[in-house]
């Protein structure tokens, strides 16, 4: 077996820097969890889903890697208190079209705020406060690429 196709083994301190990012990582989750007492993690990850244009809720399962119970509960409770509407698809009988009311809309934008702050906050306390937030953008969009390459290959 060629030597050079052999993942490299990470060294004792690449190890524990990697070991710090993922639990700083789950730490993080819990602050932007908690940066509004309104909305759960997982209504805004709904929320803002429809917001970018996953209008679709058999999209929003695949884009949240949740399943559709999981997302049909959510759905629920969102319209229940108002945050999301449900339309029919005119040209699939048993599709739903998302869209966020004015009050939905209303409220992730001030959920977004405090998250906002709180992220900043954190960046604030680091050596390069701009950085960080760069590279969690740059995380957010190879999150998007490797889901983009995993629905092209389930749709083969």
């Known amino acids: 077996m060629n030597e050079s196709a052999c993942p490299k083994e990470p060294s004792a301190d690449e190890r524990q820097r990697s070991v710090r990012a993922v639990r700083a990582l789950a730490r993080v989750s819990r602050v932007v969890e908690r940066a509004s007492a309104d909305l759960s993690l997982a209504h805004y990850r709904v929320l ?62 001030e959920v977004e705020a405090e998250m906002i702050a709180r992220i900043t906050e954190l960046c604030a306390r680091t050596p390069d406060g701009a950085q960080v937030m760069e ?22």
């Open 48 to 109: 803002s889903a429809v917001a970018s244009g996953d209008q679709r809720a058999s999209r929003l399962a695949e884009r949240l890697a949740l399943g559709k119970p999981t997302i049909s509960a959510a759905v629920d409770a969102l319209c229940k208190r108002g945050l999301l509407l449900r339309a029919g698809v005119a040209e699939d009988q048993r599709g739903v079209a998302l869209s966020l009311t004015e009050q939905g809309q209303h409220m992730l934008d």
């Open 135 to 156: 590279s969690l953008a740059w995380l957010g969009d190879a999150l998007e690429a490797q889901r983009r390459a995993a629905h092209g290959k389930q749709d083969r």
